[in-house]
């Protein structure tokens, strides 16, 4: 079965990028996309031999995002392939000329529908939000315009699917992100809190430098690329000026040494807000660590507080603080639970649900 995954864009590459880039490895999928970055790829361990981009965009929002959508609304791969997976909310165009076709809902895009306020009022100057509520309207309207030309839906997380409903009213079946949990394991505790994900607003990375600054005794290491666009920029900067000396900032680094990472923390700690899914606590849970998380959005579905770690209700940096003392004093029991929770979203049991969607 020949199957191809359209994806908006290889450049940076978070959860999404690698759950794509694991169901292509596993599925022999081609993988269709713009912009592509192939030595993170391969730093990953991927091949790019089977990526292939449509056409370069623009690194700037809204630019970026609209060339994207168009570009994917003119690909016509004429039945190349037995079956299509569109894994990107800017890819959703592509649906409309490739059948038969899922999509495989990380997020209906968050700054069109539930981050819309959010990105309102954070990353759009007074001036510009007008011009921001027309392009937002235009891409809703868009949006349902394609719908009917997906042929299935597929949400990553009860949360998503929630989503799908709410702000698209369009039914789905959930299957989450998988993990490869055999490249994952524990060693020695070498004293550091991790934190991986990408350096933009609603992260909150900000809170957990704020807490940790109040915790001059314990390292935290951030791991957190971005995308070089101005908003990604700006908020990166503001990080870096804000940083503590027990607060060590890695840009980017290799699948191997993100692994030796998860391995050697203490614990790992995330404050995204309303997170679609959270395929990095799943990593450090695969890794034996337990997870300060938000109790919302996806967290509620991967974790489970007192066993893998602890949901903080209402986060704030306080609460962190408090919970990072706690953790700090005690986190061996949470070993062999953290593992073994994991093992419910490896690869081995979730690409056979995929293969069989495909081809109900």
Same mark, same amino acid.
């Given at each position: 079965m020949k199957i191809a995954i359209f994806h908006n864009f290889l450049d940076n590459i978070g959860g999404a990028e690698k759950t794509?880039?694991?169901i292509a490895r596993e599925l022999g999928a081609d993988i269709y996309t713009t912009n592509i970055d192939v030595e993170k790829i391969r730093s990953m361990g991927f091949s790019t031999d089977n990526i292939f981009s449509i056409g370069r965009v623009p690194i700037n929002a809204p630019f970026r995002q609209d060339a994207t959508s168009w570009r994917f609304s003119h690909l016509n791969l004429k039945k190349k392939y037995d079956a299509y997976i569109i894994a990107g909310d800017w890819a959703l165009s592509g649906a409309i000329h490739n059948h038969p076709n899922l999509w495989y809902v990380y997020s209906?895009?968050?700054e069109l529908w539930d981050l819309y306020p959010y990105t309102r009022k954070n990353l759009v100057p007074w001036h510009g939000r007008f011009l921001f509520d027309v392009w937002v309207h235009y891409h809703r309207h868009k949006s349902h315009k394609i719908l009917p030309y997906v042929d299935k839906i597929i949400a990553t997380s009860n949360t998503v699917k929630e989503r799908i409903k709410h702000y698209l009213d369009q039914e789905s079946i959930v299957l989450y992100p998988?993990?490869?949990t055999s490249l994952y394991s524990?060693?020695? =505790?070498h004293g550091y809190w991790l934190s991986v994900n990408r350096l933009i607003t609603h992260k909150r990375v900000d809170m957990q430098i704020q807490a940790f600054a109040q915790l001059p005794k314990e390292k935290l290491v951030i791991v957190g690329s971005y995308e070089k666009s101005k908003?990604? =920029?700006?908020?990166?900067?503001?990080i870096q000026s804000i940083t503590p000396p027990n607060v060590e900032i890695r840009s980017w680094v290799s699948d191997e040494e993100l692994r030796s990472l998860y391995a050697h923390c203490h614990a790992f700690i995330t404050t995204s807000l309303n997170e679609d899914f959270g395929l990095t606590p799943l990593e450090a849970m695969a890794s034996g660590k337990p997870v300060i998380a938000p109790n919302e959005g996806g967290y509620?579905?991967?974790?489970v507080d007192g066993h893998t770690g602890l949901l903080i209700t209402n986060i704030d940096t306080n609460k962190i603080i408090t919970a990072v003392k706690s953790l700090a004093q005690d986190k061996k029991h949470y070993e062999d639970f953290c593992k073994k929770h994991a093992q419910q979203f490896d690869i081995a049991l979730y690409i056979d649900a995929f293969k069989k969607e495909l081809l109900k």
């Open positions: 794509d880039l694991l209906p895009s968050r998988p993990i490869d524990n060693g020695e =505790d908003h990604f =920029d700006r908020y990166a900067h503001y509620r579905e991967t974790l």
